[in-house]
């Protein structure tokens, strides 16, 4: 009796609280996405929301034996986590099917797994564990290198598993880094590459010199009595004139070619709207039609009708925008914001460097997937196929959330426990 | 901890402005841009058109000329057609193999997920057939449509056809969509709007594979189709069909009408064809075929061509000589065999000695009205010869001949009577004179008149003076036929007083004159024969007339290309029409018999006809000798 007490002690409640909203709110929506007159009951289970019954069944009780587990366990146990992951990330390639072209899951009797979902919370773990060792200065190489490998080496199987979605998820482990003293010109640096690999599809490459050179030019003026800065400002332009150069190569040579269509379609370049174009447009008809109050519950034709692809899964959006409006689209992603924000307060809270480091990890994760998924719906995102966490139908994603975040809430249930 | 706290500002500083950012993109989408709400109408909303059973037809007798038959459009969804046993739908349909790759893949190119037109036009029996097995044919289903159909095989002419619209007209009328069909000829054409009745629209909410999921708000934007109006004609069915039989084997047309009201009761055009031919399938094949006959059978005579009147004229051009006071019962004029003046001479049938007018008319003297003509010209009050040409000409345009009648039938041609300028043009300014011209006093020269125009000089003659514009549909629905001018009298300029004299000489005509041997016992028939030449070869052969003489019913005009005499046939057709509209019963058999059996093939067809029958002759002789040359170098090789 005393050890329940104690499990259920000291929970954040309003993270608890935010994570059972949005995971209602998801069943709701996805219940709508793909209601018709025959399918009535909520266990149907040859329906995706009876299906999503049965996942949300399973999450609740994941999230109960995370927090009856014992606090010490998952940092004691990070590193060991993390190699049973990449393990299983390895065997994908002998036991997986091929779905729509990627191969990273594993069937389990009439369910599908997908190891790429859950690599993420490992992934986190060790990070933090490694991170939280005594003595770790980000200033130095090798932190940095062997902190980049962690992430690296999951997200490349998963790259190879041609699940460049779920890959690029891992980027988001910069904030954490960002915020454990990594330089805040690394950060700096990502942005203005994304900025340059954009300008550099859309605008002619001479007026981009051009405008490179000028900007050097005004810092070169600004700075001329320092010497060491103005080696600093040769070079920087050096290097950004040749990533101008190369993005051609990249664009043309790396990226697959349905990438390279997501990103025209993105930039405006692509506007074949019944092909490459197709899927964002009927997005953006769904959501745009629903106006400020939406069409109401059930009532949204475009998604029903399944004008909109993917529309229990990554396009689950869709289904708030038609129905619910501007109003219910805002309430989404407020809710999502003030989680957001509540984990990133819980974590600063923390006297332990294991759950600071993990809880900006959650958050960091969270805030990728909310960005790309709802932008790529609202065309501000390149079309990656990543669902919106809690929301989106699935099974491996929904827990594989869950267990990112009730590690988190086990952890800051703990922290009074913990001395430092 | 001051550089944690700042970097922790960053952190959520990127997340407040990625979240507010989607915000206002979320706004903008949803509550300014509304092209996105259209963009979802177009999406899920599709009109279903109801097409409406489009008008029947009736005559004055209330006889069904036209009806709406059933048929049925095979119409297929190719994303939807799976596993079809394309060689069983192929003979329940009779296409080939080829035909059904070529029109599937048709369908496809059009759009993959929307229904288009598999086969056209499958009859009933066909689709009785088809419907049994149409759940083994997954993606295909029918849509009912109407096609006309008569059930006598007459009047193809006045009825027109109906086709597909073309698309400069569902260019301009929105009504119109592209693959509608239209009236394109006839009383099809002329009440269009009328028959087509008004279309309804059902809105139907569809989902992306375009499958229907329901009316929208429960029907509540829908609208209901209305059915055509039927018409009801002036036609008489009967008097139709035997136009028709008594015109079977010759080239022209005859109108009848009824002069106390305009109504036309037959208009026939000889050679004709079975209006059913010009429905469903079939239809581009036979159009075809009628299009390339000699003898122009699609041409409808009665309205678009027209002749010299010959004889018939003189009528005229007697009362326009009694109006102006230059001609009266008593005006006698001495005929030699011809009108002589200088070197112009034109000959008369016979030497007819000291005529007056009565008699000119019963004899149909070319001398007598060739003085009568000049003496209308050449009156002391006007100048020059153009303006004494002038005002006949006037007088003749009031008896509804060199204009429109404007009449309910499409494409009615005016008929010709030369203008001056046209005489100026040809001959030179003041280069002519009256007796130039004089030929036109017996209806040759330039003029030219259609048979309903002929027609509608005897009701002029038959009211002493005036017309109603012909017209040939009595009532839509169940209102008169509400157009003001067909319930206007036309009158011409000259005074009904006039009109005794000429209709005594039209009776004589009938009695005792041209026309004796068409007499009918018991009925007052006045009439005028024609013998107009033409530079087609032999005469035509004419009459005018109407009957009974007091109160008349029937006004006639009819045409027999190259038929000779104007009593050889035009009389007697006319005669035999007459007696069966007021009689019912024809009263002489062997005359009857005679007209109906009688070939009057106009010889410029025939030779046409012979010409071509040469050619195809000579091309398949031609294909045999190079089949049998092949067959001969074949057989001495080794």
């Known amino acids: 009796m005393r050890d329940q007490k104690g499990i ?3 929970i954040d409640w309003l993270l608890v609280s935010l994570f059972l909203i949005l995971m209602v709110m998801g069943w709701v ?18 329906q995706n929301y009876g299906k999503q019954t049965l996942w949300i069944a399973g999450a609740l009780l994941i999230a109960l034996m995370i927090l009856i587990i014992d606090g010490k366990f998952y940092a004691a146990f990070s590193y060991p986590v993390y190699g049973i992951m990449l393990l299983l990330l390895i065997s994908t390639f002998a036991f997986s099917r091929d779905v729509k072209g990627s191969y990273g899951w594993i069937d389990i009797g009439s369910f599908k797994l997908q190891p790429a979902e859950f690599a993420k919370f490992a992934t986190n773990m060790a990070l933090a564990k490694y991170l939280s060792s005594l003595d770790i200065r980000l200033q130095e190489l090798k932190t940095r290198v062997i902190s980049g490998l962690l992430v690296a080496i999951p997200a490349a199987i998963i790259l190879f598993q041609n699940d460049t979605g779920s890959a690029l998820v891992f980027g988001a482990f910069i904030f954490v880094l960002y915020r454990e003293g990594l330089s805040g010109n690394i950060l700096l640096m990502g942005f203005i590459l994304v900025v340059l690999f954009v300008l550099a599809l859309l605008v002619k490459k001479a007026v981009l010199f051009g405008v490179i050179g000028g900007i050097a030019l005004l810092f070169f003026l600004l700075a001329r009595k320092n010497r060491k800065n103005i080696m600093i400002i040769i070079s920087g332009a050096f290097v950004a004139a040749s990533l101008v150069f190369s993005v051609d190569y990249v664009y043309n040579n790396v990226l697959q070619a349905h990438q390279r269509t997501r990103i025209d379609v993105l930039l405006g370049k692509e506007v074949d709207l019944k092909g490459a174009g197709y899927n964002v447009n009927q997005s953006k008809i769904a959501i745009g039609s629903g106006g400020f109050l939406g069409k109401g519950f059930l009532n949204g034709t475009q998604t029903k009708y399944d004008f909109v692809p993917e529309q229990s899964t990554d396009f689950i959006f869709c289904t708030v925008g038609e129905e619910w409006g501007f109003m219910g689209s805002a309430v989404v992603i407020l809710l999502f914001m003030a989680l957001l924000y509540r984990i990133i307060f819980v974590a600063e809270r923390q006297r332990s460097v294991y759950t600071r480091i993990y809880g900006y990890g959650v958050a960091s994760i969270i805030f ?6 709802i932008g790529m719906t609202i065309g501000l995102a390149p079309v990656i196929g990543i669902p919106l966490p809690f929301f989106s139908y699935g099974g491996s994603s929904l827990w594989s959330f869950t267990i990112l975040l009730f ?4 952890l800051d249930a703990y922290r009074l426990q913990i001395l430092r | 901890m ?3 706290s700042g970097r922790k500002t960053i952190i959520y500083l990127i997340f407040f402005s990625v979240g507010l950012i989607y915000l206002i993109r979320l706004f903008y989408l949803q509550c300014i841009d509304k092209s996105y709400q259209i963009a979802a109408e177009n999406n899920v909303f599709r009109n279903v058109i109801e097409y409406p059973s489009r008008g029947l037809i009736y005559d004055r007798k209330g006889n069904l000329l036209v009806y709406n038959e059933p048929v049925y459009d095979l119409m297929i969804i190719p994303r939807q057609a799976r596993d079809i046993d394309t060689a069983e739908l192929c003979k329940l349909i009779g296409i080939t193999h080829e035909e059904y790759d070529e029109k599937f893949r048709k369908a496809n190119a059009y759009s993959p997920y929307r229904a288009s037109i598999f086969e056209k036009q499958l009859s ?6 088809l419907q049994e097995k149409m759940y083994k044919f997954k993606g295909f289903f029918v849509q009912p449509r109407t096609l006309r159909k008569y059930p006598s095989p007459i009047a193809a002419h006045l009825f027109g056809y109906i086709g597909e619209v073309d698309t400069n007209i569902t260019r301009k009328d929105p009504y119109y969509k592209d693959g509608d069909y239209i009236g394109k000829s006839g009383i099809e054409q002329g009440y269009e709007t009328y028959l087509r009745g008004k279309r309804g629209v059902r809105v139907m909410m569809v989902d992306v594979f375009n499958r229907e999921k329901g009316s929208y708000m429960n029907g509540k934007f829908d609208t209901a189709s209305i059915a055509g109006e039927n018409l009801t004609l002036s036609i008489d069915e009967q008097l139709q069909e035997y136009g028709e039989k008594l015109l079977q084997n010759k080239v022209g047309a005859v109108v009848a009408i009824d002069p106390s009201t305009g109504e036309i009761l037959a208009c026939v055009s000889s050679p004709s064809y079975d209006p059913n031919l010009l429905v469903g399938r079939a239809r581009t094949k036979n159009y075809a075929g009628l299009l390339e006959d000699p003898l122009k059978p699609l041409f409808n005579r009665s309205l678009m061509a027209y002749y010299p009147p010959g004889s018939t004229f003189k009528l005229i051009n007697d009362l326009i000589g009694e109006q102006e006071g230059v001609l009266f019962p008593n005006t006698t004029y001495y005929c030699d065999g011809g009108y002589h003046m200088g070197s112009i001479t034109v000959k008369c049938d016979a030497v007819h000695g000291s005529l007056n007018l009565k008699s000119a008319i019963e004899h149909s003297c070319n001398t007598y009205h060739c003085y009568v003509f000049r003496s209308i010209v050449d009156q002391k009050k006007f100048r020059s010869t153009e303006e004494g040409y002038q005002n006949w000409r006037n007088h003749v345009l009031t008896f509804g001949i060199g204009k429109r009648l ?14 001056v300028a046209y005489y100026d043009k040809y001959f030179g300014k003041g280069r002519w004179k009256s007796s130039t011209v004089v030929s036109l006093s017996i209806g040759q020269g330039e003029l030219g008149i259609t048979p309903l125009q002929m027609a509608n000089t005897m009701c002029i003659i038959a009211n002493k003076g005036y017309f109603y514009v012909p017209h040939i549909v009595r009532k839509i629905g169940d209102r008169v036929n509400p157009e003001p001018r067909f319930t206007k009298k036309n009158y011409t300029d000259v005074d009904s007083s006039y009109y005794n004299i000429v209709i005594d000489g039209m009776e004589s005509v009938v009695e005792t004159g041209t026309a004796a041997g068409s007499r009918i016992a018991g009925i007052r028939v006045c009439g005028k024969t024609g013998t107009a030449q033409n530079p087609h070869g032999k005469d035509h052969s004419l009459f005018v007339g109407f009957a009974p003489r007091e109160n008349p019913k029937i006004a006639i005009g009819i045409m027999v290309e190259n038929g000779g005499w104007g009593a050889s046939w035009a009389a007697p057709i006319a005669s035999l029409m007459i007696e069966k509209y007021l009689n019912d019963t024809i009263k002489r058999p062997e005359l009857e018999k005679r007209m109906l059996e009688g070939v009057v093939i106009p010889k410029i067809y025939l030779d046409k006809m012979e010409a071509e029958r040469k050619i195809k002759e000579q091309a398949e002789h031609a294909a045999g000798m190079t089949k049998s040359r092949e067959d001969s170098l074949r057989a001495k090789r080794p």
Do not use: C, W
């Open chain 2, 124 to 129: 009933v029996e066909m689709y009785g057939t």
């Open chain 2, 2 to 4: 001051n550089v944690a």
């Open chain 2, 406 to 419: 404007y009449s309910d039938l499409p494409h009615e041609l005016k008929g010709n009577v030369p203008t």
């Open chain 1, 29 to 46: 929506n996805i219940y709508a996405a793909v209601y018709d007159d025959q399918h009535r009951s909520i266990f149907d289970l040859t």
């Open chain 1, 368 to 373: 990728f997937h909310l960005m790309i998924n």
């Open chain 1, 407 to 410: 590690i988190f809430i086990k």
């Open chain 1, 8 to 10: 259920l002690q000291n």
